[in-house]
């Protein structure tokens, strides 16, 4: 197994926003996370990535490829970040320096990872894998800086960064949005000859279900912290488990008629909820939703939910 999470807690100033996570991802695997916006995506992928320290990781495990990420000094993490494991941001310009052209980014990737490397076989590896993703004009890509590439090509030239060492593990955080049809369409092609081409695994978050059906393999729908339910991408889509994951579904648009919305809004990460966090908006909560945290419901092999009411019931 590549990526092993265990009862991953994390947070900030001791208030946990990730709760109780646990997961696991082999080489090659593509996983979706799925969730409203301020649910704990974010900072679940960057917890992974020890990126805001270890203060910040309040309990559990984090393994890659067997070695555990929380026992490492920050020097042995920075040489597994952007080598081994990388991560693309929400918005890859603005997480670009825009004083530098993405050569030049692509340099001092090399520089920090492979010592003493000249600007020349630099510049020939990064053509090099900007070719192999299929760009136009790797040559123009690289001299440019990033405010003059349209948001779709800073996307792809972050993924073009991201592989640049060969990685095993690519965190994905929202790599499509604010792109238009045609540039995200670009952005899941790339994304997906990773697997063919390099066996990168690759979990990344979004709110975006389309790009998951047509992404991924798992999937996990994540709600106030915790991951409520996970499975295939056909079973979970087809045959939801979790009211929440239903009401979900139910609320994407279609050419069929007005979607419907989930009422009521998510708790606040500083509340203390003893039960099921959706259950004041859930429809079949009971008492004892309100009162005990549900256990872990199998559905089908490899298809789990936190709720014994919603299994089966599909959309």
């Known amino acids: 197994m590549l990526l092993e999470v265990e009862d991953l807690q994390a947070g900030y100033a001791q208030v946990p926003v990730v709760k109780g996570i646990r997961l696991s991802l082999r080489e090659g695997e593509i996983a979706g996370i799925v969730g409203e916006s301020g649910c704990g995506k974010s900072t679940f992928l960057r917890s992974l990535m020890v990126l805001d320290g270890r203060q910040n990781i309040l309990g559990g495990s984090i ?8 026992s490492l000094s920050e020097e042995e993490l920075r040489r597994i970040r952007g080598k081994d494991m990388v991560m693309i941001f929400q918005n890859a310009a ?3 320096d825009p004083l530098k052209t993405i050569g030049h980014q692509f340099y001092e990737t090399m520089r920090s990872h492979c010592g003493k490397v000249s600007k020349k076989e630099c510049w020939q590896k990064a053509e090099a894998v900007l070719q192999q993703l299929h760009f136009p004009d790797p040559h ?3 001299k440019s800086y990033s405010f003059e590439l349209s948001g779709g090509m800073n996307q792809r030239a972050a993924i073009a960064l991201a592989l640049l060492l060969g990685p095993r593990l690519m965190l994905a955080d929202e790599p499509t949005s604010a792109l238009d049809v045609t540039a995200q369409a670009q952005v899941i092609k790339q994304m997906q000859a990773l697997r063919e081409t390099t066996r990168t695994a690759i979990l990344l978050v979004t709110h975006n279900i389309g790009v998951v059906a047509q992404l991924c393999d798992q999937v996990g729908v994540m709600y106030a912290g915790r991951l409520v339910e996970w499975g295939t991408v056909r079973e979970v889509l087809e045959s939801p488990a979790h009211p929440y994951t239903q009401a979900l579904l139910r609320s994407i648009p279609d050419m069929q008629g007005e979607p419907e919305g989930i009422p009521g809004t998510p708790p606040d990460f500083t ?3 003893p039960g099921c966090a959706f259950a004041p908006r859930c429809p079949l909560a009971c008492e004892t939703c309100r009162t005990m945290l549900p256990e872990t419901c199998m559905v089908s092999e490899g298809h789990w939910a936190l709720c014994p009411y919603g299994k089966g019931g599909g959309v």
């Open 94 to 96: 603005r997480a670009s």
């Open 140 to 142: 123009r890509v690289l």
């Open 271 to 273: 509340e203390e909820i």
């Open 63 to 70: 393994r890659f490829a067997g070695t555990d990420l929380l």
